[in-house]
């Protein structure tokens, strides 16, 4: 069996949606196919502009037939594509003849293993495996979260009703996305104040077995979860009543080894800190929360480039080195020369945008005409809640590639805000703002123009001038 199309986009995350849904506005009359091998893909909504750059989105989980009538969808793996011929093959045999592809397969946990154990160590990708968390939880009392970025600072502080024990190998908490400061500033505001860390929703606890999606719809591997998805999941232990307790912090820790106990069936870990003393502790399980790794699990008749980070190397305009093989999103590795205030992160918006630029460069080659790569990255920009403060990342915001040539400039109230400047040569470089700033605009225009704030010293975090009025 075999299907025809002129655009064939693999993956149903935000990359390949939106890759998909910018070919359907772009090339209306043309064919497009969407393989996905999860029957639910995800989308964006309610896109509300934060700054003139930054957005603040929602994201939605749909049936993959709701995709609009302009986008063919099947649902399927991925096993082959022959670049040189343009056509694909499915893992159920089916092969699809197209003009462009776009490969926007994401990522899968990379997870923290010595090679042992390895039933105990799960890691949070998508539904299927936070209902995984929430089966181990039902009988957990103790939960090791080994890692420092987006996952373990939303689960440390998001489980409730047992011990966490937290191991990070940094001097302080949430060091992919936040300084030594700002890190202090989260844990005053959590002992101090009980944030609400989301808006309360009424939450049942699901049981594994009702939830679990029936035989032909149930997928391995679904998109990637995002934005506050913990509100909608109980993420308590077995300790009833005790509620959330503030995590146990192991700094500059690491796992030394792990074994299972026979007498008791939990796991008995030996951490090693960096002054050389080690520890013993017991826990039920751990979440390795310890970074993505591109997902490509499949084959093609010559091969990709991929960057050292394991992504599909594409340049400015998404393409890879394969002809007319084009890759957007958490399996693709930004192989172009950035703008001086963009990196690459592996984050919804990122994967909005990609998707987005793949869609408008695949579009553009069929019809014969020329596309520039779009503004959005000109700078790195990210909005989230961290600890149940709203935190925008601007730029170079923690002073990335900047060497140590960078001055630091910080205003914090306490349980209020905290706002970082980097600053290198009198120019803003990057920002970091907690809290209801108001600063975002400002500080991209400053970031992007380049002005040079030499002459306003230290006022220009001064708390009794209007910054957002003495440049806007
Ligand atoms: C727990 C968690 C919380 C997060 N929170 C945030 C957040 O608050 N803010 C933020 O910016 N980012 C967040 N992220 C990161 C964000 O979710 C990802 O960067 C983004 O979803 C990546 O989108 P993607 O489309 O590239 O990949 P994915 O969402 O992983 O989608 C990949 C798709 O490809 C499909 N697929 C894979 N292989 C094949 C194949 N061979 N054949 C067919 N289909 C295939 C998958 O089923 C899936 O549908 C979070 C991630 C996680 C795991
Ligand atoms: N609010 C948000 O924006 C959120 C975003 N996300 C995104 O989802 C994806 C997955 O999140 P996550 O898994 O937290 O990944 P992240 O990349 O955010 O963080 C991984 C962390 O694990 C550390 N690490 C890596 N390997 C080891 C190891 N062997 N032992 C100990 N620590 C290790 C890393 O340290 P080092 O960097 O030093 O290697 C880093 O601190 C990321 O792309 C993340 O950005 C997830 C949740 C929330």
Redo the contacts with the bound molecule.
Sequence with gaps: MSRDCIFLVVGGGIAGVSCAETLAICCPLSSILMLTESSIVKSVTNLVPVARYLHRFDVREKDVNELGASINTIVDQLEYVNSREHWARTKKGLILKYRYICVCTGGA?KL?SNGQAESRIIGIRDTDSVLELQRRLLTAKDVLI???????S?LAYELKDINVHWVV?DSHIS??FVDPGAAEFFQLARSELDVPTVAVTAIKRMRYGEVTPPEEKQSKQGAALGPDWHSNFDLSGCSTHAGKLLPKIYYKS?IVDYHVLPEQGRLSIKLGHENGDQEQLTCDFIVS????EPRHEFSTDFPPNFADDGGLSVDEMMRTNLPDVYAAGDVCSAAWEPAPHWFQ???WTQARQMGSMAGRSMAAACEGETVYQDFCFELFG?V?Q?FGFPVVLLGRFNGQGLERDYELLVRCTRNKEYIKFVLQNGRLRGAILIGDTDLAETCENLILNGIDLEPYGDDILNPDIDIEDYFD
């Design positions: 946990p923290f080994l890692g420092n970025g987006g996952i373990a939303e190998k060091a992919t690491h929360a310890t970074g993505v992160m592996r984050l990210h989230t961290l």
